[in-house]
C-alpha cells in the first residue's frame, strides 16, 4: 500500500461566503446545524484509511484551530493526526500564499519529512462522501502522475467548473479552467461513448469537471511545484503537466455540492431537509464525525416542526411554527415563532437565569429568537439576539444588498451574521 498524506486546502478570504466567513475561515462554517465544512474532508479522509492530514488555511484560523484539536484525536500508536498548517513569515517568504499550489508549494517540507509516497489535495468547502481508496487505485492501476477526481456536468455548469477532456481509457488530454466560450467548451467535451465504456452514464453531462480533488506522486508534485512560479492549479499546473505525463481522470457519480457561495450553501442546508435528501449525514457506517457535545435532548413545547433538522439542546415555545429548517444547537426560541426555509446556527452557550433577569433590567435581547417573530429564507449565524415581533423576509425580493450592521443580504438569502442583535419590532 502507499504512503499517503493528505492536504485540505482551507481557501482563501471566503469573499463569496461573507458574512458568515468574517470572523472564522471557511472550513470552519457551521452546516446542518452542528457540524463544520471541514468535518467532511476530514471524515472521507477517515473512512478512507487515511489518518495523517494538514490543513492548509491563513484567514481567521483560531476557531477552525479550536475545533480539530477538540475533535480529532488519534490512537497515539498509530501516528495519525489532523494538523493546521496556518500560513506564516519564513526566511523563504513573507507573503501570503497566492493560491492553491503557492500554499502547498510553502508547506513542501511537512509532507517531505516522512517517505509518503502520494499526496491527496482536498478542497475545504464542499459536501460531498467519498472512498478516496478507489481513486488510489485507479492512480495507482494507470501509473499515473496526477489523478484528477472528475464529476459529470451539463453544459450550464460547465462555464463555472475546470473542465477536462479525456481518452476512451480516462487519460486526461485537455483542460480548461472555466471555459468562457463556445469554442473552448467544445474543446473539452468528452465523447458520451467513452463515459459509457467507463462505466458513466452521460444522460446529457458530456463535460467533465473536476472536483478540486487530486491524488499526486509526491516526486512530480514537488519537481512541479519546484520548477514553476505557478500560483494555482487549475489555471497553470494541471494545463502544463498534462502535455507532458499521464493525467488520469477517477470519474464520481455520487453527489457532490461545492458550497462556496451563499446561495449554494443555504440551499445545500435546506436540501437537508427532504424527505430523501441527496446528501444524508447518518449513512451507515460512514457518518460524518465532529465534535462530541455534552447537550441535553431537545425540548419541543407544543410548536408544529415540519421536515427540519432540529439539533441538541435547543427549547422551542408552544405555538411555533417550523418549516424546511434547520436550527442549530442551544437554538432558543419563543412562543408563536415562524421560521421557514432558514439556517439558525445556534449558540456557543446557554444563558443561566441570572443572566436573563439582568438583561431584563438592562434592556438587553436575550439570545435566541424572541416571540412573535417570523423568519424565512435566511440565515442567523451563531449567538445572535433577536427580539420579540422582529421580521426577517426580505419582502422586497431584494438579490443582493450592501451591507449594514444588522444583516446582508446574498443570492436573495438574508444573513444576519454572528452577534447581531436585532431589538423588538424590528423589519428586515
Not at 138 to 161: D, F, M, Q, W, Y
Request: charged share 20%; net charge neutral.
Amino acid at each position: 500500500m502507499p504512503r499517503v498524506i493528505s492536504l485540505i486546502l482551507g481557501g482563501g478570504r471566503g469573499t463569496r461566503l461573507y458574512p458568515l466567513t468574517k470572523s472564522r475561515s471557511k472550513p470552519a462554517v457551521p452546516i446542518a446545524g452542528k457540524y463544520r465544512l471541514i468535518d467532511i474532508p476530514v471524515s472521507n479522509c477517515i473512512h478512507s484509511g487515511l489518518h495523517r492530514i494538514f490543513v492548509v488555511t491563513q484567514f481567521n484560523s483560531v476557531s477552525l484551530h479550536r475545533h480539530i484539536y477538540n475533535t480529532y484525536k488519534f490512537d497515539p500508536f498509530e501516528g495519525g493526526f489532523v494538523e493546521i498548517l496556518a500560513a506564516q513569515q519564513t526566511m523563504q517568504s513573507e507573503t501570503w500564499y497566492q493560491g492553491t499550489a503557492d500554499a502547498v508549494r510553502r508547506n513542501i517540507p511537512y509532507f517531505t519529512d516522512k517517505d509518503y509516497d502520494l499526496v491527496l489535495i482536498l478542497s475545504g468547502d464542499q459536501l460531498y462522501r467519498m472512498d478516496f481508496q478507489e481513486m488510489i487505485k485507479t492512480h495507482v492501476e494507470n501509473k499515473a502522475v496526477v489523478t484528477i477526481a472528475a464529476l459529470p456536468v451539463p453544459e450550464s455548469e460547465a462555464r463555472s467548473c475546470g473542465v477536462m477532456r479525456i481518452q476512451a481509457d480516462g487519460r486526461v488530454i485537455d483542460f480548461e479552467e472555466k471555459p468562457k466560450t463556445q469554442e473552448k467548451l467544445n474543446r473539452v467535451r468528452t465523447d458520451p461513448n467513452w463515459l459509457d465504456k467507463l462505466g458513466l452514464k452521460a444522460h446529457g453531462r458530456p463535460y467533465l469537471a473536476s472536483m478540486g480533488i487530486y491524488v499526486f506522486n509526491t516526486k512530480t508534485l514537488v519537481d512541479l511545484l519546484a520548477s514553476s512560479n505557478a500560483t494555482d492549479f487549475g489555471h497553470e499546473l494541471l494545463p502544463q503537466i498534462i502535455t507532458q505525463q499521464r493525467v488520469q481522470a477517477h470519474l464520481f457519480d455520487g453527489y457532490w455540492e461545492d458550497i462556496g457561495t451563499v446561495g449554494a450553501f443555504h440551499q445545500a442546508n435546506i436540501d437537508l431537509t427532504l424527505d430523501h435528501p441527496p446528501f444524508d449525514f447518518t449513512h451507515g457506517e460512514q457518518p460524518i464525525f465532529t465534535r462530541p457535545r455534552f447537550l441535553p435532548s431537545s425540548r419541543i413545547l407544543g410548536a408544529t416542526v415540519r421536515n427540519s433538522l432540529i439539533c441538541d439542546g435547543c427549547v422551542i415555545g408552544r405555538g411555533s411554527v417550523i418549516e424546511n429548517s434547520v436550527i442549530g444547537v442551544r437554538s432558543i426560541i419563543g412562543d408563536n415563532v415562524t421560521i421557514r426555509d432558514s439556517y439558525l446556527m445556534g449558540a456557543d452557550l446557554y444563558e443561566q437565569p441570572d443572566d436573563v433577569r439582568r438583561n431584563q433590567g438592562e434592556g438587553i435581547v436575550n439570545l435566541g429568537v424572541g416571540a412573535g417573530s417570523v423568519i424565512e429564507r435566511a440565515i442567523v449565524d451563531k449567538n445572535s439576539r433577536i427580539g420579540r415581533n422582529v421580521k426577517v423576509v426580505n419582502e422586497t425580493g431584494i438579490v443582493d444588498s450592501e451591507e449594514c450592521p444588522t444583516h446582508v443580504i446574498r443570492d436573495g438569502v438574508v444573513v444576519v451574521p454572528k452577534h447581531t442583535i436585532l431589538h423588538e419590532g424590528s423589519v428586515i
